[in-house]
Structures are given as structure tokens and as C-alpha cells.
């Protein structure tokens, strides 16, 4: 299981956990999860897809964003946020730690990064 911390905030601090694709409040409570590519909340209502393309929608098709090489651009391509998976560590556009993971993530691919931030950055919530 992989520890969530949240360094927005000048100060971290833990707030949820990974578990393979589903993502856990700091409670360890499920609160999302990752099918396939598909994110979903803790009741299985979908919310964001993420297409073999890239590209992010809603499930009305509607494009919020893409995925590329490890960082999530809006529709307009301003950076978001990017994923340092040698470093476990997510950065927001500006380049400062957003999210830190601790734990065995080397094997953490870009859909997983992709589910993270939905979850614990409320990616285009």
C-alpha cells in the first residue's frame, strides 16, 4: 500500500492511501477507484475516462484534457500537473511538490497517475 501525502498546504500531511487501482481515504476507506481506464467514485458512477490517445473526458465525451508523457495538460495544453515516478513525487504547473507517494510506486504507470490526481487533486472535478 502505497501512503498520500499532500504538500499543498507548506505542510505535510497524510491524506489517503493507494491500493492497487482504488484509492482510500485516510480512514483507508474506499473513495475511488481505477477500471481499466475508466475513474470511478466509491459508488461506481463514472467520472472521468482516459482514452488510449491521451485524451481525458468526461463520460459525455466532453475533453477536459490529455496525458502525455507523464504530465496532464488541459484542453488548451497549459500544464497541469506532472508525475516524477523515479522520485514519487507529483508537481503542480509552477514545479512545486503537489503530492508526495510513499511505498513501492516504481511500478505506477500513467493511467495510475492519471487516477491519482483525479482523486486526491480532484482533476478536473
Known amino acids: 500500500m502505497i501512503e498520500v501525502y499532500d504538500y499543498r498546504y507548506k505542510k505535510e500531511k497524510i491524506i489517503g492511501y493507494i491500493d492497487g487501482k482504488k484509492y ?59 508525475f516524477s515516478e523515479n522520485k514519487n513525487e507529483i508537481y503542480d504547473e509552477f514545479g512545486s511538490i503537489v503530492l508526495k507517494l510513499e511505498g513501492n510506486a516504481e511500478n505506477l504507470n500513467d493511467s495510475d497517475f492519471f487516477g491519482i490526481t483525479a482523486y486526491f487533486l480532484e482533476l478536473f472535478a
Do not use: H, M
Open 24 to 82: 482510500l481515504n485516510k480512514k483507508k476507506k474506499l473513495a475511488a477507484e481505477l477500471d481499466g481506464r475508466e475513474y470511478k467514485d466509491n459508488k461506481g458512477n463514472l467520472l472521468l475516462i482516459l482514452k488510449d490517445d491521451g485524451v481525458i473526458t468526461w463520460p459525455e465525451g466532453l475533453v477536459q484534457g490529455t496525458l502525455k508523457e507523464g504530465k496532464i495538460l488541459s484542453f488548451d495544453d497549459t500544464l497541469i500537473c506532472k
